[in-house]
């Protein structure tokens, strides 16, 4: 294997809040890739457009395989395989990190998208950990669809307490800081009353 070839492996990493284009733009460096004659495997455990269809917030589609945990990769032949894409890494478990690094020191390029935070704002903790062992971390924003600003907030707006839940506009809306931190405080002074409602409260 020539010099060039060894040097190939590397981890990119898209993240950011729900509507921010990630699989999007997972979809878009795949497709890159393919021009140039390279094969390119797509993996999630998004199953919203039924298995083996990644199906983005914009309607592109892209051919997919169902990944119920990242060390699932390591038992499949890549020996083909030039570029590995997972889609919603924040899903892939906590092996995420060291198969991405396994898959790199094997001379693939790894391109992984999912979110950056839960809908509590806490950072999910392998995509974290896979920014800082990344080439290069593209960190999206939405648009907030209170006031318009950048949005790098995930807001629920159905009663669950699951952290990993599926779902769409049904159940996300995309918000700025500072809007996420009132429909937050709205939303605690409508179940405490408007004395104990306060930010400070909040786990």
């Known amino acids: 294997m020539d010099v060039s070839a060894k040097a190939r492996g590397r981890i990119e990493t898209i993240c950011g809040p729900m509507y921010a284009g990630k699989s999007e733009e997972l979809v878009r460096r795949l497709t890159r890739w ?3 004659k390279q094969n390119v495997l797509l993996c999630t455990k998004d199953t919203r457009h039924g298995p083996g269809n990644l199906v983005t917030h914009a309607g592109r589609a892209m051919t997919s395989c169902y990944l119920d945990s990242a060390d699932e990769l390591l038992s499949r032949d890549l020996s083909t395989v030039t570029v590995i894409g997972i889609d919603e890494g924040q899903f892939c478990g906590d092996t995420l990190v060291q198969v991405c690094l396994d898959l790199a020191a094997l001379h693939k390029i790894v391109i992984v998208s999912g979110l950056d935070m839960d809908y509590l704002e806490r950072p999910f903790e392998n ?3 896979l920014m800082g062992v990344a080439e290069s971390v593209t960190k999206l924003t939405a648009v907030c669809m209170i006031c318009g600003d950048p949005a790098t907030r995930s807001h629920r707006t159905i009663r669950s307490t699951d952290r ?6 049904e159940s996300y809306e995309a918000l700025c800081r500072p809007c996420f931190l009132d429909r937050r405080e709205d939303s605690i002074h ?3 009353g408007p004395l ?4 400070a ?3």
Do not use: A
Not at 164 to 169: A, I, N, R, T, V
Not at 196 to 199: A, T, V
């Open 190 to 192: 409508q179940s405490l």
């Open 127 to 129: 995509m974290s950990l």
């Open 34 to 36: 393919t021009y140039s």
């Open 196 to 199: 104990e409602g306060r930010r």
């Open 164 to 169: 990993y839940l599926e779902g769409d506009k």
């Open 201 to 203: 409260d909040l786990p």
